[in-house]
């Protein structure tokens, strides 16, 4: 009997070392899986439709690594089909101008997003989980994460007590 436990110790340690051992480095607080195996439906964007232009002279040269008459743009097709400027997509609108300089008043980082993907994935390494949860893919985002969640209810009561209208709140006693 003595020997038995100890190879089930020993297989369980060689499992549990085993599971340790990953390709994939990288901390993964909220496990989520594809239940299909091909590829995302809503990635797939189809071009325009070719069209034969009114002149063939007059088409502009090419341009490598440029953009494309049949490219697709859904954010500026919205807005023409809206009746807006496409244009406008390139330029800050004057109303936000203010903004925008308030916000660039420090000056701006060129390395931001870098930076922030570094000291984000120090933090999945540091709140990734015990072993076991890491082995039976235990789901620890909300746990990671606790200290920075808002409770949503409290603040509403808050709220109500310093007298702040919340007309998107269910009426108090609900």
Do not use: H, W
Not at 2 to 15: E, N, P, T
Not at 100 to 117: E, F, H, K, M, Q
């Amino acid at each position: 009997m003595r020997g038995m436990s100890g190879k089930i110790v020993l297989v369980l340690a060689v499992a549990l070392a085993l599971s340790a051992c990953s390709s994939d480095k990288s901390p993964k607080l909220l496990n989520i899986k594809s239940t299909t195996d091909g590829p995302d439906e809503f990635a797939i964007v189809p071009p325009k439709p070719l069209q034969a232009p009114e002149s063939f002279a007059a088409l502009p040269p090419p341009t490598p690594g440029g953009t494309n008459r049949t490219d697709v743009f859904p954010e500026a097709d919205a807005i023409v089909a809206l009746g807006g400027r496409p244009e406008a997509l390139q330029a800050i609108p004057a109303a936000d101008a203010g903004l925008v300089n308030v916000a660039r008043r420090y000056g701006t980082d060129p390395v931001i997003r870098s930076r922030l993907a570094q000291e984000d994935l120090n933090f999945r390494r540091r709140k990734d989980g015990r072993i076991l949860e890491r082995l039976f893919n235990v789901n620890v985002y909300f746990r990671a994460y606790e200290r920075q969640s808002l409770d949503q209810y409290a603040e509403l009561e808050r709220f109500r007590r310093i007298g702040v209208r919340t007309p998107a709140a269910p009426p108090a006693g609900y």
